[in-house]
C-alpha cells in the first residue's frame, strides 16, 4: 500500500485513548486516558471510579487495570500540565466516545486541547481505507500493508492505543521518528 500525502496541517497534535466504564455516557466515566505528544513523550492515568461498569468492561478492561488511581480533580490538572498551553489537536482512532467522555471530564471552559478532535477512522474513510482494517483481529494485513506490528500493543490498553495510533501516523504521512 503505497500512500502520497501531503504534510499535516499542524504538528501541535497529541494522540489519545480512553477507556470508559460504558458505551453509555449518562452512565459512564472514563477508566483510563493515554495521551502521545508527538514527539513521543507519553502520560497514562487510571482514575478513580466506583459506578456502573457494563458487563464487557468488567471483562475485559478492569483487569488490565492495574496502575494507582487517581481523582478526576487530580487527573486534570496531571493533564493540564502534560498538554500545556499550546491548545494541541486531539486525534484519536474512533473520537466518537473519547471525544464525549473527555468532555464530561473537562468543562467547555478548561478543555486544554483545540474544541476541535481529530478522528482518525474519518479520514481513513476518506482515503477509501475500510475504517475497521484499524482493528487488531483485521483479516486485510492493514497493519502489515503499512509496515507496523500492531502485535507489540496490548488492545484496549489506553496507552498502548495512542501509541499505536502515533505510529501509524508516522507511517501514513512518512514521518521519521523524532
Aim: proline letters at 4%; a negative charge; glycine letters at 6%.
Amino acid at each position: 500500500m503505497e500512500f502520497n500525502f501531503k504534510k499535516p496541517y499542524s504538528d501541535n497534535i497529541i494522540f489519545f485513548d480512553t477507556e470508559f466504564s460504558t458505551l453509555d455516557p449518562y452512565k459512564g466515566e472514563i477508566l483510563s486516558i493515554g495521551l502521545v505528544k508527538f514527539n513521543g513523550e507519553e502520560l497514562y492515568l487510571e482514575l478513580e471510579y466506583d459506578g456502573y461498569i457494563e458487563e464487557w468492561v468488567k471483562k475485559n478492561i478492569i483487569p488490565t487495570l492495574k496502575e494507582p488511581k487517581v481523582s478526576r480533580d487530580e487527573a486534570k490538572k496531571i493533564i493540564v500540565k502534560f498538554i500545556g498551553k499550546e491548545k494541541p489537536y486531539s486525534v484519536a482512532y474512533v473520537n466518537k466516545f473519547d471525544a464525549v467522555y473527555w468532555r464530561k471530564l473537562f468543562n467547555s471552559g478548561d478543555d486544554p486541547f483545540f474544541w476541535l478532535p481529530i478522528d482518525f477512522a474519518s479520514m481513513l474513510f476518506g482515503l477509501g481505507i475500510d475504517p475497521e482494517a484499524y482493528y487488531f483481529g483485521d483479516k486485510k494485513n492493514f497493519y502489515k500493508e503499512i509496515g507496523v506490528d500492531h502485535t507489540k500493543y496490548k488492545e484496549h490498553n489506553a496507552l498502548d492505543d495512542a501509541k499505536l495510533l502515533r505510529e501509524v501516523w508516522l507511517k501514513f504521512f512518512k514521518i521519521k521518528e523524532r
